[in-house]
């Protein structure tokens, strides 16, 4: 079980739309609808934004969606602001009530 | 408001056994739709996930970690916790509990709830 990919890091400016991507296999995104993503700050815990692909908890803003395709995730952020500087990680389910966690993209707001 | 905090020994010694507890306020852990997890962050790394719980025992571990891995749950105090054996520096980290569900109509096989973290360093 290794960990999904993910870039190490992506940037934008204010403004802009970024996505971050989250190569699987077909052994857990490829095979399930069951991906999400969080927002992390340092110090602190995770925070779930997307959860089965593309879905949003509540009080999630419409700025931020996710979609899958084949063995590919990506969150995508749009209208970007300086708050939404932070650490994005992946996850997947993976088969046998397991997950698996992507290695995290660092976003920086230019 | 449901809340998750992780207590334990924030020092361990390398070959003895790493073990921490999370207290759920807010919720019964005997809940039938949440599963109970145990997620670490080794420092300046990403998150890797450990175990999950349900409250009448049983456990999914990860495969990697399995051999050394033990969770436990006890209805009685609200509580589950984790046991992780021959620790070395590796294993040093920020463990964080949460839960997820396996039902449909929640957030499906996400983490919604998660604990502060608690940090443990593995040093002699």
């Known amino acids: 079980q290794s960990a999904l990919t993910q870039p190490a890091s992506v940037s934008g400016s204010p403004g802009q739309s970024i996505t971050i991507s989250c190569s699987g296999t077909s052994s857990d995104v490829g095979s399930y609808k069951f991906v999400s993503w969080y927002q992390q700050y340092p110090g602190k815990a995770p925070k779930l934004m997307i959860y089965e692909v593309s879905k949003r908890p509540s009080g999630v803003s419409d700025r931020f969606a996710g979609s899958k395709s084949g063995t590919t995730a990506s969150l995508t952020i749009s209208g970007l602001r300086a708050e939404d500087e932070a650490d994005y990680y992946c996850?997947?389910?993976?088969?046998?009530?397991?997950?698996?966690f992507g290695g995290g993209t660092k976003l920086t707001v230019l | 408001q449901l809340q998750l905090r992780e207590s334990g020994p924030g020092l361990v010694k390398p070959s003895e056994t790493l073990s921490l507890s999370c207290t759920v306020s807010?919720?019964?852990?005997?809940?039938?739709?949440?599963?109970w997890d145990w997620i670490r962050q080794p420092p300046g790394k990403g998150l890797e996930w450990i175990a999950s719980i349900y409250y009448t025992g049983t456990t999914y571990y990860n495969p990697s970690l399995k051999s050394r891995v033990t969770a436990s749950v006890d209805t009685s105090k609200n509580q589950f916790s984790l046991k992780l054996s021959s620790v070395t520096a590796a294993d040093t980290a920020v463990y964080y509990c949460a839960r997820h569900s396996p039902v449909s109509g929640s957030y499906l096989w996400a983490f919604d709830i998660w604990g502060q973290g608690a940090l443990v360093t593995v040093s002699s």
């Open positions: 996850c997947s389910y993976a088969g046998s009530s397991t997950l698996i």
């Open positions: 807010g919720a019964s852990i005997s809940s039938t739709s949440y599963y």
